[in-house]
């Protein structure tokens, strides 16, 4: 059993930074961060592999997101630059027992309770 809590979200302003942390309490393999906007599905963000060597963006926000891995502490980051209101939304963590990359929230065995992100115009 993997337990995941994400941190990190809060209130920006358009232009902004925030970085987001999933700490996991067990070891995963592949990591990845999906988001929920009111009334929408929730969509794919960005993933890892477990070794850090690969990783996968949404094409919404490949330039300005950034995701990594610190295996020694079991956590996964995201840090999102250039923060624009459309990207406002709840973003999971999600842990999959497998090393291969998902873009598909269904083949992700875990989730975390969500932190919200607002991005202010």
């Known amino acids: 059993q993997v337990q995941l809590v994400e941190s990190g979200g809060g209130l920006v302003q358009a232009g902004g930074s925030l970085r987001l942390s999933c700490a996991a309490s067990g070891r995963a393999y592949a990591m990845g961060w999906f988001r929920q906007g009111p009334g929408e599905d929730r969509k794919f963000v960005a993933a890892?592999?477990?070794?850090?060597?690969?990783?996968s963006y949404a094409d919404s926000v490949k330039g300005r997101f950034t995701i990594s891995r610190d295996n020694a502490k079991n956590t996964v980051y995201l840090q999102m630059n250039s923060l624009k209101p459309e990207d406002t939304a709840v973003y999971y963590c999600?842990?999959?027992?497998?090393?291969?990359?998902?873009?598909?929230?269904?083949?992700?065995?875990?989730w975390g309770q969500g932190t919200q992100v607002t991005v202010s115009s």
């Open positions: 890892i592999t477990g070794s850090g060597g690969g990783t």
């Open positions: 999600a842990a999959r027992l497998s090393g291969m990359i998902s873009t598909i929230a269904e083949r992700y065995d875990y």
